[in-house]
């Protein structure tokens, strides 16, 4: 069964940076695009940043300049560099993927982790 396992949340102050990671597990034939999402507390899930598999990447407007996406295909790996982070930027974040498996294209979800910005 494939998995989505995120890390590298935590607490940072306004201004500071993290780096977030989510490595795909199990019987993967190949990978499209890995994205993350975040969903705030008592708002709906949104897209962060996309990544394909030829490396071309989209952003939301409110994260241009500051986040940057990257990926790792050998590590079935996906990342997202978070820099001059907000308190605006606390939520769960989600990452997401367009896997082919044994069995077809799935589309599977990671079980999110917690950025809280705040000083």
């Known amino acids: 069964q494939v998995q989505l396992v995120e890390s590298g949340g935590g607490l940072v102050q306004p201004g500071g940076s993290l780096r977030l990671s989510c490595v795909a597990s199990?019987?993967?034939?190949?990978?499209?695009?890995m994205a993350w999402y975040r969903q705030a507390p008592g708002k709906q899930r949104e897209l962060v940043a996309r990544?394909?598999?030829?490396?071309?990447?989209n952003y939301a407007d409110s994260v241009k300049g500051r986040f940057t996406i990257s990926r790792d295909n050998a590590k079935n790996t996906v990342y997202l560099h978070m820099n001059s982070l907000k308190p605006e930027d606390t939520a769960v974040y989600f990452c997401?993927?367009?896997?082919?498996?044994?069995?077809?294209?799935?589309?599977?979800w990671g079980q999110g982790t917690q950025v809280t910005v705040s000083s």
């Open positions: 997401h993927a367009d896997i082919y498996d044994l069995g077809g294209l799935i589309s599977p």
């Open positions: 199990g019987s993967i034939f190949s990978i499209n695009a």
């Open positions: 990544i394909r598999s030829a490396g071309d990447t």
